[in-house]
Nanobody, 123 residues
Framework: QVHLVESGGGLVQAGDSLRLSCATSGLTFENYAMGWFRQAPGKEREFVSTIGRFGSTYYTDSVKGRFTISRDNVKNTVNLEMNNLTPEDTALYYC?????????????????WGQGTRVTVSA
């Protein structure tokens, strides 16, 4: 059974940093692209970042230069380093696994999802 478990969320002030982690089990981690999505209150879930099997990275425009995604194929984890956070980054952040980097922005491309970790950024 596949499990994705996010951690690292919290309440911070604007300008602060957080590091989200996603621990995986039950899947062949190196065969999956790993993504982060977020859902703010009252909004639809949106793509944040993805890292491919071989390390290629993709970001939504609003986080470019502030967020960094990385993966550890030994520990089977994916991380999202978030710097210079703003209140607009407040959301529930989800980790997801996809067998392909194709259409990485689309939720439907991801087979497995975690339960999410909440990030709240105060002004």
């Amino acid at each position: 059974q596949v499990h994705l478990v996010e951690s690292g969320g919290g309440l911070v002030q604007a300008g602060d940093s957080l590091r989200l982690s996603c621990a995986t089990s039950g899947l062949t981690f190196e065969n999956y692209a790993m993504g982060w999505f977020r859902q703010a209150p009252g909004k639809e879930r949106e793509f944040v970042s993805t890292i491919g099997r071989f390390g290629s990275t993709y970001y939504t425009d609003s986080v470019k230069g502030r967020f960094t995604i990385s993966r550890d194929n030994v520990k089977n984890t994916v991380n999202l380093e978030m710097n210079n956070l703003t209140p607009e980054d407040t959301a529930l952040y989800y980790c997801a696994a996809s067998p392909s980097i194709f259409e990485y922005r689309a939720s439907r491309s991801y087979d497995y999802w975690g339960q999410g970790t909440r990030v709240t950024v105060s002004a």
